[in-house]
T-cell receptor, first 116, second 111 residues
Framework: DVKVTQSSRYLVKRTGEKVFLECVQD?????MFWYRQDPGLGLRLIYF???????EKGDIPEGYSVSREKKERFSLILESASTNQTSMYLC???????????????FGPGTRLTVT | QKEVEQNSGPLSVPEGAIASLNCTYS??????FFWYRQYSGKSPELIMF????GDKEDGRFTAQLNKASQYVSLLIRDSQPSDSATYLC???????????FGKGTRLHILP
């Protein structure tokens, strides 16, 4: 079974703090993704990575950065947290596209971040 | 803008009946489609994927794909209260590793 874990289920931070969200997958997947999910807005892609040290911006990268130093680990960083970053953050992983195997995404349990 | 559209619901279905969830997508080049189930406060869980035109069955679930109409559906037979959740439709776009998600349809199974 694919397992994607996230460092915290719930997190409360103050405005201006630097926040680290960690994600680890154990299936040797090339791709890793960070989304945020807000009511009425659905899942929105923040960043994704298709290899170690590689990253690409998603739809809403502003205010976020990422780090992927090891294949199994993908970190999301909020450099200076703001109240509009209060959200559910979801990490996902998948195989690389282009082969014959499916590359559906598997999600971690999510981190509900509140910025006060 | 590549999009996946779903009716937000809620869709209310009596227990034991067939629930039918629908989705349309904008990118004619999309090849693979996914259905995720998401319980309130939880993360999405993959339940089905489909690549070829026609039907794919897995237990009580059937995914249907019509590429000419750019239409994907999910049928849930013998609906149970535990099927009450939000169902997300997703499509891969041009084999670029990303998946575009719809905003989901809330399904409520009435006991």
């Amino acid at each position: 079974d694919v397992k994607v874990t996230q460092s915290s289920r719930y997190l409360v931070k103050r405005t201006g703090e630097k926040v680290f969200l960690e994600c680890v997958q154990d299936m040797d997947h090339e791709n890793m993704f960070w989304y945020r999910q807000d009511p009425g807005l659905g899942l929105r892609l923040i960043y994704f990575s298709y290899d170690v040290k590689m990253k690409e911006k998603g739809d809403i990268p502003e205010g976020y950065s990422v780090s992927r130093e090891k294949k199994e680990r993908f970190s999301l960083i909020l450099e200076s947290a703001s109240t509009n970053q209060t959200s559910m953050y979801l990490c996902a992983s998948s195989l690389l596209a282009g082969g014959t195997k499916p590359y559906e995404q598997y999600f971690g349990p999510g981190t509900r971040l509140t910025v006060t | 803008q590549k999009e996946v559209e779903q009716n937000s619901g809620p869709l209310s279905v009596p227990e034991g009946a067939i629930a039918s969830l629908n989705c349309t997508y904008s990118d004619r080049g999309s090849q693979s489609f996914f259905w995720y189930r998401q319980y309130s406060g939880k993360s999405p869980e993959l339940i089905m994927f489909i690549y070829s035109n026609g039907d794919k069955e897995d237990g009580r679930f059937t995914a249907q794909l019509n590429k000419a109409s750019q239409y994907v559906s999910l049928l849930i037979r013998d609906s149970q209260p535990s099927d009450s959740a939000t169902y997300l439709c997703a499509a891969e776009m041009n084999r670029d590793d990303k998946i575009i998600f719809g905003k989901g349809t809330r399904l409520h199974i009435l006991p």
